[in-house]
C-alpha cells in the first residue's frame, strides 16, 4: 500500500488523523495534513482507506 497526499487540496479538517494517527498529522501552523508513513503496515490498512473515504476534500490517494 502506498498513500499519497495533495496538501494544496487539503481543508485542514482532521479526520484523516482522527482515522489513522498512526499515518497522518497535522502542521501547527495551518492544519494542513503531514503524511508520517507513505507505506503503511498492511495492519493500517483499513484506517487508512477509511481516512481517504472520510476526507472531505479528496486530498488522500490510496493505492495498492
Known amino acids: 500500500m502506498k498513500v499519497l497526499i495533495d496538501q494544496d487540496k487539503c481543508v485542514a479538517s482532521g479526520q484523516c488523523v ?3 494517527g498512526e499515518v497522518f498529522d ?5 492544519g494542513v495534513v503531514v503524511l508520517l508513513d507513505p507505506e503503511p503496515s498492511a495492519a493500517l490498512a483499513q484506517d487508512v482507506r477509511h481516512a481517504a473515504q472520510v476526507c472531505p476534500a479528496l486530498a488522500i490517494t490510496v493505492e495498492d
Not at 497535522?26 to 495551518?30: A, H, I, L, S, Y
Open 26 to 30: 497535522q502542521r501547527d501552523e495551518d
Open 18 to 20: 482522527v482515522a489513522a
